[in-house]
């Protein structure tokens, strides 16, 4: 069979770039409405895109001040998108740090049964002090503590949906999606993960990536092609290659300065305050990616950035002020479509989770320019084969995962 891409979107606020609500046309409240949400799923649906991704945190986000938020529960909003679509899949992020497998497995397995197995479920190990702080923690728990407790979890509530004798969807039960880059990341990834959410700027390292997952979930008993790896990637996207570059000098000029900074002090765990913006940041300051706290991937990603290119703290947050660490490609739709094309026949990805500059305009931009002519070069669909989220993604039924790791208490401690 041939190899072919996937491609979701992921349904960020009002778009990935940090200034998008600012952005000329845009409405900045509308991802506070249901409408702005199912009207992008219905684009998607129409351009055959596998699925919709909402990424999600069980916090309440100081940065509100700064930019929109993600302000709507997934699972709820995937409800409402169901109802009013036939296929495209639905990916809601939940967390295994802050909720209850039992619960989840029932909320989730509800919603595939009643979506007509579209689901799948995106397995995040929240980090940040923010959110450890929304469930009355003193302290966000340590990284490999979360994986530990990522595994255990994971496992029972694919027990649960595996034992599962009534309201049991076409798809068999919802994917595991996962997101992680860290040591223990990939582990979890490819014991249990057939879709990996990563985050990649290099197309070496993304190769080596893809591959040492596929390898690892061999070791682990399982088929590589049962993992479809698909890195974020934020497009910018015009009419001619000045026009492109001129919508991101834009989405540059309207990025809080605030929000750019406090963003990327959670990424690398420590505060900007006093550094000069014309100065590289100070290596000292910098740890390797495995003793970081909070999001290792993202972590790993802006210091490979930084020990690359040595930039000044400007060109650190003007580089990253639209994906956050994951890649943006910036120009027309030839070239945006030559990019993905060079990455998916290069073994660097299955395709993306594609990630739009501004909502709803940069999704338009994409379906209606990028997409034909990824279908034009014979690499994505014209229609779906199948109805199913594991029909989009060529993925059978795995075989239950089973002691991943040493077992852990569920509890995590304050």
């Known amino acids: 069979m041939t190899r072919q891409l996937h491609l979701n979107v992921n349904i960020l606020n009002a778009g990935v770039f940090g200034g998008s609500w600012r952005f000329p046309g845009t409405d900045a409240t509308a991802s506070y409405t249901v409408e702005h949400y199912t009207?992008?799923?219905k684009k998607a649906e129409a351009a055959k895109l596998d699925a919709v991704f909402l990424a999600d945190g069980p916090v309440l986000d100081p940065n509100i001040r700064h930019r929109s938020g993600n302000n709507l529960e997934p699972t709820t909003v995937l409800a409402r998108i169901a109802a009013q679509t036939e296929r495209i899949g639905l990916i809601g992020t939940l967390s295994s740090s802050y909720n209850d497998p039992a619960d989840l497995a029932r909320r989730v397995a509800d919603l595939d049964h009643l979506a007509g197995g579209r689901v799948g479920w995106n397995v995040v190990t929240t980090a940040g002090p923010v959110a450890a702080r929304n469930f009355g923690r003193e302290g966000e728990p340590d990284h490999a503590l979360r994986y530990r407790r990522a595994a255990e979890f994971v496992e029972q509530v694919v027990a649960t949906w595996a034992a599962r004798d009534s309201f049991v969807s076409p798809q068999g039960r919802p994917v595991v999606v996962q997101a992680g880059g860290s040591s223990d990341g990939r582990r979890l990834a490819s014991r249990v993960g057939e879709v990996i959410f990563s985050a990649d700027q290099d197309l070496d390292h993304a190769r080596a990536f893809r591959e040492e997952i596929r390898r690892g979930a061999a070791e682990f008993g399982r088929g590589p092609e049962e993992v479809v790896v698909l890195p974020g990637l934020s497009t910018v996207v015009g009419s001619t290659e000045a026009e492109a570059k001129q919508r991101r000098e834009l989405l540059d000029e309207v990025l809080p300065d605030a929000y750019a900074r406090a963003r990327l002090a959670g990424q690398l765990g420590?505060?900007?305050d006093g550094l000069d913006d014309d100065e590289p940041i100070p290596a000292e300051l910098l740890v390797e990616p495995d003793a970081a706290g909070g999001s290792q991937t993202f972590y790993r990603v802006v210091k490979d950035y930084i020990d690359k290119e040595n930039p000044t703290l400007r060109r650190l947050l003007k580089h990253l002020s639209g994906g956050g660490g994951h890649r943006i490609v910036v120009g027309t739709p030839e070239q945006i479509a030559d990019d993905v094309e060079r990455w998916f026949l290069s073994g660097a990805a299955d395709g993306f989770n594609v990630m739009p500059d501004v909502l709803p305009s940069g999704f338009d931009h994409f379906v209606e320019q990028v997409v034909p002519e990824l279908q034009r070069r014979g690499?994505?669909?014209?229609?779906?084969?199948?109805?199913?989220?594991?029909?989009?993604?060529?993925?059978?039924?795995?075989?239950?995962?089973?002691?991943?790791?040493?077992?852990?208490?569920?509890a995590v401690a304050r």
């Open 39 to 41: 009207e992008i799923a």
């Open 270 to 272: 420590f505060s900007l």
């Open 379 to 410: 690499l994505f669909r014209r229609e779906y084969a199948g109805t199913t989220l594991r029909d989009h993604l060529g993925l059978g039924l795995p075989s239950v995962p089973q002691g991943v790791w040493e077992r852990a208490p569920l």
